[in-house]
């Protein structure tokens, strides 16, 4: 059993930054791809980004490309998700999930519980 608790979401103006963070459980977290979905109002959860469980591989959704950048710190468990220049079609709950496979994986196993990003234009 995998738990991932987010943190870090809120209101931000246009253009501006954020940057969620994911605890995770689990003694082999540093063998789990993990990654990040989101679900605006009215439409369906997409995948935005995954990083391979050494570091050394990450992929993005192509409307985020050049904006987020994910990371992550095995020693802590966490992974994180730096988003820069928002704009308001960012705005979504975002999820934390740790994902079935290596790189380029986007099925996930196990989901946080959420957390909202607001972005104001």
């Known amino acids: 059993q995998v738990q991932l608790v987010e943190s870090?979401?809120?209101?931000?103006?246009?253009?501006?930054?954020?940057?969620?963070?994911?605890?995770?459980?689990?003694?082999?977290?540093?063998?789990?791809?993990?990654?990040?979905?989101r679900q605006a109002p009215g439409k369906e959860r997409e995948f935005v980004a995954g990083i391979t469980g050494s570091g050394g591989s990450t992929y993005y959704t192509d409307s985020v490309k050049g904006r987020f950048t994910i990371s992550r710190d095995s020693a802590k468990n966490t992974v994180?998700?730096?988003?820069?220049?928002?704009?308001?079609?960012?705005?979504a709950v975002y999820y934390c999930v740790k994902l079935r496979?290596?790189?380029?994986?986007?099925?996930?196993?196990?989901?946080?519980?959420?957390?909202?990003?607001?972005?104001?234009?």
Request: hydrophobic share 35%.
């Open 8 to 37: 870090g979401g809120g209101l931000v103006q246009a253009g501006g930054s954020l940057r969620l963070s994911c605890a995770a459980s689990g003694r082999t977290f540093i063998s789990y791809t993990m990654g990040w979905f």
């Open 80 to 91: 994180y998700l730096q988003m820069n220049s928002l704009k308001p079609e960012d705005t």
């Open 101 to 121: 496979g290596a790189v380029g994986a986007k099925l996930p196993d196990y989901w946080g519980q959420g957390t909202q990003v607001t972005v104001s234009s």
